[in-house]
């Protein structure tokens, strides 16, 4: 089944202007708070309108302004998990999952009782929301959309108001219904991990606008954009002019590079992540420099060194290097060299 949108929606800051596919698979839109993640739901679902543009899902269309079509959230067949999972707090779960129910009364009992058994929920039918935990209210949430019948799947930051032991739990537990159900699901975070872990193909999504639509591997290894770049969690980036072919000048960092890859003419930003940096023992290698360390920050299981180019001047802007306790605490301190492997800086357009 596949899903095509393409809208736009002036809202206050920015206007949203998105335009993807999504065909038989998990889709994730990663973007910072505030960008438009959770507005591109709504007006798939039809909490919303778009202002302009065309939605449709399985042939069936469900928005399209020139052709005034904008059909009713109850028609959209859309299975919507909110932030919070909007259980309604009268109701117990029987009746939550009941609500949702299609059929006579006879069908309806059928499909709840089919719903509870599927989601593990015996046992607690007749419990009231808050008295349920994160994962049972979630499992009640899923129940509640699958007795809907909904095709599509949409969750919007599922885990956000969890704390991490229970997170990682649901999390186990989600991608197990997803990989059983094997629904058209769209997944929005502002989680890079979440996203890498769950979804085939993400969309990177900044004020408003997709950025880049990629696989995750080659999202990864080559971002294309700055925002994509900062959003999957690299930490170093700086300005950058291209000298030639392979070298250019990392401005931020007061640093000339070599790079394996042909680098573009539209080259203004590169990045790279922060437990990529190698240690030399001779100057003379690649990419390397004498570092000075600004700051050392001990972490949970890691350090984070803070450091420059010892050639540099102090408007350089520092670096963050991330390595192990054990690597960090049996490193000489005397002087240290670092080089930036060639085939780890990503190329940025913007």
Same mark, same amino acid.
């Given at each position: 089944? =596949?899903? !095509?949108?393409?809208?736009?929606?002036?809202?206050?800051?920015?206007?949203?202007?998105?335009?993807?596919?999504?065909?038989?698979?998990?889709?994730?839109?990663?973007?910072?708070?505030?960008?438009?993640?959770?507005?591109?739901? *709504?007006?798939?679902?039809? !909490?919303?309108?778009?202002?302009?543009?065309?939605?449709?899902?399985?042939?069936?269309?469900?928005?399209?302004? *020139?052709?005034?079509?904008?059909?009713?959230?109850?028609?959209?067949?859309?299975?919507?998990?909110?932030?919070?999972?909007?259980?309604?707090?009268?109701?117990?779960?029987?009746?939550?999952?009941?609500?949702?129910?299609?059929?006579?009364?006879? #069908?309806?009992?059928?499909?709840?009782?089919?719903?509870?058994?599927?989601?593990?929920?015996?046992?607690? #039918?007749?419990?009231?929301? /808050?008295?349920?935990?994160?994962?049972?209210?979630?499992?009640?949430?899923?129940?509640?959309?699958?007795?809907?019948? /909904?095709?599509?799947?949409?969750?919007?930051?599922?885990?956000?108001?969890?704390? =991490?032991? %229970?997170? &990682?739990?649901?999390?186990?537990? %989600?991608?197990?219904?997803? #990989?059983?159900?094997?629904?058209?699901? %769209?997944?929005?975070?502002?989680?890079?991990?979440?996203?890498?872990?769950?979804?085939?193909? !993400?969309?990177?999504?900044?004020?408003?606008?997709?950025?880049?639509?990629?696989?995750?591997?080659?999202?990864?290894?080559?971002?294309?954009?700055?925002?994509?770049?900062?959003?999957?969690?690299?930490?170093? @980036?700086?300005?950058? *002019?291209?000298?030639?072919?392979?070298?250019?000048?990392?401005?931020? &960092?007061?640093?000339?590079?070599?790079?394996?890859?042909?680098?573009?003419?539209?080259?203004?930003?590169?990045?790279?992540?922060?437990?990529?940096?190698?240690?030399?023992?001779?100057?003379?290698?690649?990419?390397?420099?004498?570092?000075? @360390?600004?700051?050392?920050?001990?972490?949970?299981?890691?350090?984070?060194?803070?450091?420059?180019?010892?050639?540099?001047?102090?408007?350089? *802007?520092?670096?963050? &290097? #991330?390595?192990?306790?054990? =690597?960090? %605490?049996?490193?000489?301190?005397?002087?240290?060299?670092?080089?930036?492997?060639?085939?780890?800086? @990503?190329?940025?357009?913007?």
């Amino acid at each position: 089944m =596949s899903l !095509i949108v393409n809208i736009t929606k002036k809202l206050n800051n920015f206007t949203l202007n998105v335009d993807f596919n999504v065909e038989d698979e998990i889709f994730a839109i990663l973007g910072a708070s505030g960008c438009g993640k959770s507005m591109t739901l *709504k007006c798939i679902a039809g !909490i919303e309108t778009p202002d302009n543009g065309h939605i449709e899902f399985n042939k069936k269309v469900l928005f399209d302004s *020139k052709k005034s079509i904008n059909l009713l959230p109850q028609k959209r067949h859309i299975g919507y998990l909110f932030q919070n999972y909007a259980l309604f707090p009268n109701m117990t779960v029987r009746e939550n999952i009941l609500f949702a129910a299609d059929g006579n009364k006879a #069908e309806k009992n059928k499909i709840v009782e089919k719903n509870i058994k599927r989601f593990h929920l015996q046992g607690l #039918e007749n419990n009231y929301p /808050a008295s349920l935990s994160g994962g049972q209210q979630q499992r009640t949430a899923f129940a509640r959309i699958l007795a809907a019948r /909904a095709e599509l799947l949409m969750l919007d930051e599922p885990f956000s108001a969890l704390d =991490s032991y %229970l997170k &990682w739990q649901l999390e186990l537990e %989600l991608s197990e219904l997803l #990989e059983r159900y094997k629904k058209t699901t %769209l997944f929005v975070s502002h989680n890079r991990d979440e996203v890498y872990r769950l979804c085939s193909r !993400i969309a990177v999504m900044d004020q408003g606008n997709i950025e880049v639509i990629s696989d995750k591997y080659e999202l990864f290894n080559n971002p294309q954009t700055a925002a994509a770049t900062i959003l999957t969690g690299c930490k170093n @980036i700086s300005h950058a *002019k291209k000298i030639d072919a392979h070298h250019l000048y990392a401005s931020d &960092w007061q640093l000339t590079l070599t790079c394996r890859r042909e680098i573009p003419d539209n080259l203004t930003y590169i990045g790279f992540r922060a437990h990529f940096f190698t240690i030399e023992n001779e100057p003379d290698a690649a990419n390397c420099f004498p570092c000075r @360390i600004d700051r050392v920050i001990e972490d949970t299981f890691s350090f984070v060194i803070m450091i420059r180019s010892a050639e540099a001047d102090t408007s350089a *802007k520092t670096m963050r &290097w #991330e390595l192990s306790k054990n =690597s960090w %605490l049996n490193l000489s301190k005397k002087a240290i060299f670092l080089s930036i492997p060639e085939e780890k800086i @990503i190329l940025l357009k913007k």
